[in-house]
């Protein structure tokens, strides 16, 4: 194994030993069989790419595994409770298209682009299933077996019991790019002077009782005195619906692809949390109760995987990204760039128009049956800022399921012998409109025009 790239390192352990690998299990016990499985795609990571990635696959009457270290499919728009579509919504291809109509048809929307997640995870699963994705949740992927410039087969740990899934071709949507760097893959992690990510977010959501309640400041947390000591944005967005949605805590200067940097955010943002309940039941909103928080920390930036051309931020502001002949996504949302050493210092908000997803931002720099999609294709730190918002993943993952089924069907064992003119056909007839020039900008009127930002 080339490297352990999930989180999950203590079910990892124990499995380990099945591949050769470290720690060797307890004296007089014997290492867990590995169960081997094989697929004609195989994607790692469940989120909005992943998951769409793995239906665009199935659909074309492909064998597909789809892996997700969680309990739900949706990534950071279920189980992350980022309730919000950052991007204008028409045209995205019809796997969101049938996503957000099915919340539609339950109310599950409001005011255009907010969403209940509980409705999106089981929007999502049914999709999957009916394309016929064999979806395998609580499982993380640990690492690959390669050959050179070429992935055999993932390595999954779930219950901790080893599985090994080979497949022809794979799709990196883990949104920090552990499979290709699993693989060797060269990869950029933020800025390129420190290496310094774009902050992360635990959302939550407060609903309206109907009368006071006490507000109560856990012991040990210091009390917000008033609006410019909020670590984020604002005071929340009323949905309508007796919910305010608060995307507001702000962790900076942590490392999303390190354990324990990680583990420390997920604990500083809960301390965010209390803190800011405690502030808005006191001033803004008297009767309002904790209802939800995310079940993870909302990761914006960890690796961005090199693939065979780096998007970049002239690209988009230029122009140059509107012309791409191999686009196979439209991203039409705002550079949204944070700030990365502390609040209100050195973020900025501008918006662009729209712009095209080339393919060979999803391939993979020196591996030949490898994918990216999503927030970990190549593209420097101002770029992935702007297309990492999630309409835009899931183009990418529709695009990117859609190239490894053609690659199947034409029997090829490299992915940049995709005919990437019949890969945008079939995008077209999907209902993915790849021309930027049909479509429109969005940047939330709070956004709009060039200006500092968080």
């Given at each position: 194994?080339?490297d ?34 094989e ?101 993380s ?46 990869f ?142 439209v ?23 729209p712009?095209?997803i ?14 990216t ?72 009127s ?9």
């Amino acid at each position: 194994m080339t490297d352990i790239a999930r989180r999950d390192l203590l079910a990892a352990a124990g499995a380990l030993a099945a591949w050769g690998g470290s720690p060797s299990p307890a004296p007089g016990a014997a290492a867990a069989p590995v169960r081997r499985l094989e697929y004609d795609v195989v994607v790692a990571g469940g989120g909005t790419a992943g998951t769409a990635a793995a239906v665009a696959a199935a659909r074309r009457g492909h064998k597909v595994l789809l892996v997700e270290e969680a309990n739900c499919l949706g990534g950071t728009s279920t189980s992350g409770g980022v309730c919000e579509w950052f991007a204008n919504l028409e045209g995205m291809g019809d796997v969101f298209d049938r996503v957000r109509n099915d919340l539609n048809k339950h109310g599950a929307v409001l005011k255009g682009r907010f969403f209940n997640a509980e409705y999106l995870k089981i929007a999502w699963q049914l999709l999957a299933q009916e394309a016929g994705v064999t979806v395998l949740l609580h499982a993380s992927a640990v690492g690959v077996s390669a050959d050179p410039g070429r992935v055999k087969a993932l390595r999954i740990v779930s219950c901790s019991q080893p599985i090994e899934a080979e497949a022809k071709f794979f799709i990196d949507a883990t949104g920090e790019g552990d499979v290709a760097a699993a693989a060797g893959a060269e990869f950029m992690k933020g800025d390129p002077a420190h290496g310094r990510t774009l902050h992360m977010t635990l959302t939550f959501v407060l609903y309206d009782t109907g009368k006071p309640v006490q507000p109560h400041l856990p012991a040990g947390l210091e009390e917000i005195k008033s609006n410019r000591d909020l670590p984020g944005l604002g005071m929340g967005y009323v949905l309508g619906d007796g919910r305010v949605y608060f995307n507001a805590t702000k962790v900076m200067l942590h490392d999303p692809t390190d354990p324990l940097s990680l583990s420390d955010a997920e604990l500083e943002a809960r301390r965010q949390l209390a803190r800011i309940v405690h502030y808005a039941q006191r001033t803004k909103y008297p009767n309002h109760a904790l209802c939800s928080s995310g079940a993870r920390i909302g990761i914006r930036e960890g690796r961005r995987i090199v693939g065979d051309y780096v998007l970049s931020e002239d690209d988009i502001l230029k122009g140059a990204a509107r012309t791409f002949s191999d686009g196979v996504a439209v991203a039409t949302s705002q550079i949204d760039f944070h700030s990365l050493t502390r609040p209100g210092s050195g973020g900025w908000r501008q918006q662009v128009d729209p712009y095209a997803i080339p393919y060979r931002c999803l391939l993979v720099k020196g591996l030949a049956n490898v994918l990216t999609a999503g927030k970990c294709i190549s593209g420097d730190q101002v770029a992935h800022s702007s297309y990492r918002m999630t309409p835009t993943c899931c183009g990418m993952g529709q695009a990117a399921g859609t190239a490894a089924a053609i690659a199947v069907e034409a029997r090829r064992r490299d992915l940049r012998e995709v005919d990437v003119k019949a890969l945008r056909a079939e995008l077209a007839k999907a209902g993915v409109e790849l021309d930027p020039g049909k479509h429109k900008s969005f940047a939330p009127s709070r956004h709009s025009g060039r200006k500092e930002a968080d």
